[in-house]
């Protein structure tokens, strides 16, 4: 075919980056683990089944809505509290369905066949179920534990220690191509189809679009892997020696070490005080307002924005990317 992919990375090219960075995996699970679940109200361990994405309703801060990631969960062995076979847990972020994307950068992400051990907070819902959010989430790689960004979590003795070399491969945001259709009501999309439509007529566009687009798109972040051993430990100064830094040799825990850890610390936690809500893909949804939260006697009386707001709240109601 003559176009191969051109029209494809054409048209999506400006609507999502490949690499997106979030916080460093340093910063995680800095708390015991006895601190971690005496915030919970379930934990298990469990296989992820089906991820959906949705776009919640609209409200004043969001007028076009947000999208929302819905995660089912078989659960493979519980740890605390009441949970059933399966659960569905629902994360601030995902994709709108037009080919835009939103990522928060404390939010994990979640693929079908992935295995983790979580920690989950009932009550009120939020913006993630998740105790600390990406620190309540133990990834299962071939049998072992790595925190929610990849790095091994290689001794559970006192606290979490975690060191190693980072499976940064393993945050993948991964979802359905968007339809033709709703692609190009983005603005900037239609820049680039007016630039096609010079050559092409918007039917071989099209045509060209769905028969060379992939089923999903996917998206990753984390850090690039450089080969730089002190990689091995992130967020360490670079300004460090090899000799001062030196690669970790011992290997993540087994997955059996963490469950048997979390059951001990979940005695000591007494019962869970709230009961974990349920959540329906297939109904809607007001998003979490994070500044209601945050200040409940917030002034909500109406506001004209200054200039410079109203051009960056156009900008951002057209499309011009939805990561955080």
């Given at each position: 075919?003559?176009?191969?992919?051109?029209?494809?990375?054409?048209?999506?090219?400006?609507?999502?980056?490949?690499?997106?960075?979030?916080?460093?995996?340093?910063?995680?699970?800095?708390?015991?683990?006895?601190?971690?679940?005496?915030?919970?109200?379930?934990?298990?361990?469990?296989?992820?089944?089906?991820?959906?994405?949705?776009?919640?309703?609209?409200?004043?801060?969001?007028?076009?809505?947000?999208?929302?990631?819905?995660?089912?969960?078989?659960?493979?062995?519980?740890?605390?509290?009441?949970?059933?076979?399966?659960?569905?847990?629902?994360?601030?972020?995902?994709?709108?369905?037009?080919?835009?994307?939103?990522?928060?950068?404390?939010?994990?992400?979640?693929?079908?066949?992935?295995?983790?051990?979580?920690?989950?907070?009932?009550?009120?819902?939020?913006?993630?179920?998740?105790?600390?959010?990406?620190?309540?989430?133990?990834?299962?790689?071939?049998?072992?534990?790595?925190?929610?960004?990849?790095?091994?979590?290689?001794?559970?003795e006192k606290n979490i220690e975690m060191r190693g070399?980072?499976?940064?491969?393993?945050?993948?945001?991964?979802?359905?191509?968007?339809?033709?259709?709703?692609?190009?009501?983005?603005?900037?999309?239609?820049?680039?189809?007016?630039?096609?439509?010079?050559?092409?007529?918007?039917?071989?566009?099209?045509?060209?679009?769905?028969?060379?687009?992939?089923?999903?798109?996917?998206?990753?972040?984390?850090?690039?892997?450089?080969?730089?051993?002190?990689?091995?430990?992130?967020?360490?100064?670079?300004?460090?020696?090899?000799?001062?830094?030196?690669?970790?040799?011992?290997?993540?825990?087994?997955?059996?070490?963490?469950?048997?850890?979390?059951?001990?610390?979940?005695?000591?936690?007494?019962?869970?005080?709230?009961?974990?809500?349920?959540?329906?893909?297939?109904?809607?949804?007001?998003?979490y307002e994070w500044e209601l939260a945050i200040a409940?006697?917030?002034?909500?009386?109406?506001?004209?924005?200054?200039?410079?707001?109203?051009?960056?709240?156009?900008?951002?109601?057209?499309?011009?990317?939805?990561?955080?």
């Amino acid at each position: 075919m003559k176009c191969d992919l051109k029209v494809f990375f054409l048209l999506t090219g400006l609507v999502f980056s490949s690499n997106v960075f979030a916080h460093s995996a340093a910063d995680s699970n800095n708390e015991q683990l006895q601190t971690l679940v005496n915030q919970s109200d379930a934990i298990f361990y469990g296989e992820v089944k089906e991820v959906l994405y949705r776009m919640s309703e609209t409200t004043k801060r969001s007028p076009r809505g947000i999208p929302h990631t819905f995660v089912k969960y078989q659960i493979l062995a519980g740890i605390r509290g009441a949970v059933s076979r399966e659960l569905t847990l629902r994360f601030v972020g995902g994709t709108d369905g037009k080919g835009g994307v939103m990522l928060q950068s404390n939010v994990p992400t979640f693929r079908k066949g992935e295995r983790d051990v979580l920690l989950i907070t009932g009550g009120e819902l939020d913006d993630c179920p998740l105790v600390s959010c990406v620190d309540g989430r133990f990834r299962v790689l071939d049998g072992r534990v790595y925190n929610g960004w990849g790095v091994p979590v290689v001794s559970i003795e006192k606290n979490i220690e975690m060191r190693g070399k980072p499976r940064y491969d393993v945050n993948v945001l991964e979802y359905p191509t968007p339809k033709f259709e709703d692609l190009i009501t983005r603005p900037e999309i239609q820049e680039s189809l007016k630039a096609l439509m010079a050559t092409m007529s918007l039917k071989q566009i099209k045509r060209e679009y769905e028969a060379n687009a992939p089923k999903t798109i996917k998206v990753t972040y984390g850090f690039s892997d450089s080969g730089d051993q002190r990689l091995d430990n992130p967020g360490r100064n670079r300004a460090i020696s090899t000799s001062e830094n030196r690669p970790e040799t011992r290997a993540a825990i087994p997955v059996s070490e963490l469950i048997s850890a979390l059951r001990a610390a979940s005695r000591k936690a007494g019962k869970p005080r709230n009961k974990v809500l349920l959540v329906d893909p297939d109904k809607r949804f007001a998003p979490y307002e994070w500044e209601l939260a945050i200040a409940p006697n917030i002034d909500d009386k109406p506001r004209t924005p200054t200039a410079e707001e109203d051009a960056e709240q156009k900008s951002m109601l057209e499309g011009d990317d939805l990561e955080n």
